[in-house]
């Protein structure tokens, strides 16, 4: 498995943006599909942004397409997540994760590393 620690996490205003970044250790980052989760108090983990091992192909859940954009850098060993024109209802806290058995997806199930998360607020 390869190890995630995702940091940039803050406290922001309706319409302001942040950067997530998630930093990857241990086996070759460069070989694994990533993507970005998030979980809200008392509901379920979903999908953000998924983007394949390459970097040529992303995916976004519709709720963030044209405002967040998923990015990855093979030498850095590190995967981003740019989020503009930010809402309350982004708030959550964000997951990256790493999957070695799929080329680009959407469901947790197949993401088997995990890093321990970070804070988005988003105030209106």
């Known amino acids: 498995q390869v190890q995630l620690v995702e940091s940039g996490g803050g406290l922001v205003q309706a319409g302001g943006s942040l950067r997530l970044s998630c930093a990857a250790s241990?086996?070759?980052?460069?070989?694994?599909?990533m993507g970005w989760f998030r979980q809200a108090p008392g509901k379920e983990r979903d999908f953000v942004a998924a983007?394949?091992?390459?970097?040529?192909?992303?995916y976004y859940a519709d709720s963030v397409k044209g405002r967040f954009t998923i990015s990855m850098d093979n030498a850095k060993r590190t995967l981003y997540l740019q989020m503009n024109s930010l809402k309350p209802e982004d708030t959550a806290v964000y997951y990256c994760?790493?999957?070695?058995?799929?080329?680009?997806?959407?469901?947790?199930?197949?993401?088997?590393?995990w890093g321990q998360g970070t804070q988005v607020t988003v105030s209106s």
């Open positions: 983007i394949n091992w390459t970097g040529r192909s992303t």
């Open positions: 994760a790493a999957s070695s058995t799929v080329g680009l997806s959407t469901r947790p199930g197949d993401f088997e590393s």
């Open positions: 241990g086996r070759t980052f460069s070989s694994y599909a």
